[in-house]
T-cell receptor
Framework: NAGVMQNPRHLVRRRGQEARLRCSPV?????VYWYRQLPEEGLKFMVY????????ESGMPKERFSAEFPKEGPSILRIQQVVRGDSAAYFC????????????????FGPGTRLTVL | DQQVKQNSPSLSVQEGRISILNCDYT??????FLWYKKYPAEGPTFLIS?????DKNEDGRFTVFLNKSAKHLSLHIVPSQPGDSAVYFC?????????????FGKGTKLSVKP
């Protein structure tokens, strides 16, 4: 009964390179969320995806960042031309489909990918 | 502008005593509140939640209280144990938004001393 899996756990990139972060949700979960945690900060929402659809990307920087959740395979968060300010822990979470107002399906978090940009 | 605030970065409590972690929020559209616990180098783990239509929810040693008029919630841990030492995040869901994203506070680091 595997939880959310993320890989790699640690990723080091030089400025200008691309970073690809992978997330496999809990089996049966069709909703995936990406959050970023900067040092000494709380988690900040980036994007919410369902299979093959982006539902809410209001927290995602407009440039260099993209996310997908294909029909088959893991969700991918892609950061192009990384800069030092992208260094952070990136957490993926998954949940079952969302119910009505007043109810909630908790989000299960993965262990995170720690990105370091040199 | 922070919508969810945890004003105490850290809290130290003696084993066996009560730990009280506090959280304030500003957005009246929040309909669900959650507490997550996080150990170093791990992802947050869900602890307990409360709907905005309730004022208390209890689960074992953990109780969450919600005061909507004050826009304040608190997590009580009784009795506190050394294994409770972690960073605790308060989070809220905005039903007026996409229903998917959680808004987190900055966290409170709890240290329970034996």
């Amino acid at each position: 009964n595997a939880g959310v899996m993320q890989n790699p756990r640690h990723l080091v990139r030089r400025r200008g390179q691309e970073a690809r972060l992978r997330c496999s949700p809990v089996k049966g979960h069709s909703h995936v969320y990406w959050y970023r945690q900067l040092p000494e900060e709380g988690l900040k929402f980036m994007v919410y995806l369902q299979k093959e659809n982006i539902i809410d990307e209001s927290g995602m920087p407009k440039e260099r960042f993209s996310a997908e959740f294909p029909k088959e395979g893991p969700s991918i968060l892609r950061i192009q031309q990384v800069v030092r300010g992208d260094s952070a822990a990136y957490f993926c979470a998954s949940s079952p489909p969302l119910p009505l107002q007043g109810f909630y399906n908790e989000q299960f978090f993965g262990p995170g990918t720690r990105l370091t940009v040199l | 502008d922070q919508q969810v605030k945890q004003n105490s970065p850290s809290l130290s409590v003696q084993e066996g005593r009560i730990s009280i972690l506090n959280c304030d929020y500003t957005n009246s559209m929040f309909d669900y509140f959650l507490w997550y616990k996080k150990y170093p180098a791990e992802g947050p783990t869900f602890l307990i939640s409360i709907s905005s239509i309730k004022d208390k929810n209890e689960d074992g040693r953990f109780t969450v209280f919600l005061n909507k008029s004050a826009k304040h919630l608190s997590l009580h841990i009784v009795p506190s144990q050394p294994g409770d030492s972690a960073v605790y995040f308060c989070a809220a869901r905005n039903y007026g938004g996409s229903q998917g994203n959680l808004i987190f506070g900055k966290g409170t680091k709890l240290s329970v001393k034996p």
